[in-house]
């Protein structure tokens, strides 16, 4: 029993990289979705993005990092609960590039090279996370 605990979680020594990557994708996450929530409109028009859809997409960035910074600060870091983190990760590393592939929005260049560059961010949290998770 305490070896199937200690393989599902992270206790505070052993997870150092992952409680750091935990952090930084929460507070960039997080602040990212505030700003959206803070100037959707502004942002709408500099990037070609619809305010009503920064609006929510601002909610669950400002949620989502949230709920990444209170895991990071937990004692024990649920393995189970980085994987879903991270694959919400990937899915969204996937659906900003379909995004700008399929021409979703009428993104401006400075869009396009916005969501892009998010996903790149996205996709280094992701590794980096993956990182600690190993190590872990």
Known sequence: MVTATATATATRADA????FALRLDGAATAANGLL????A??????FGLPAALL?????????F??????LAARPVI?????????????????AS????IAGWFPLSALGDGLVLAQ?????????????GLRKA
Do not use: H
């Open 97 to 100: 590039v379909e995004a700008v």
């Open 55 to 63: 609006y929510p997409v601002g909610a669950f960035l400002a949620a």
């Open 36 to 39: 959206y929530l803070g100037a």
């Open 119 to 131: 996903a790149a961010a996205v996709a280094g949290f992701t590794a980096l996370q993956y990182a």
């Open 16 to 19: 150092k990289l992952l409680r």
């Open 78 to 94: 649920s393995k189970a609960a980085t994987g879903v983190f991270m694959a919400v990760n990937v899915l969204w590393v996937i």
């Open 41 to 46: 409109a502004v942002f709408g028009g500099m």
């Open 65 to 70: 990092g949230a709920a990444l910074l209170a």
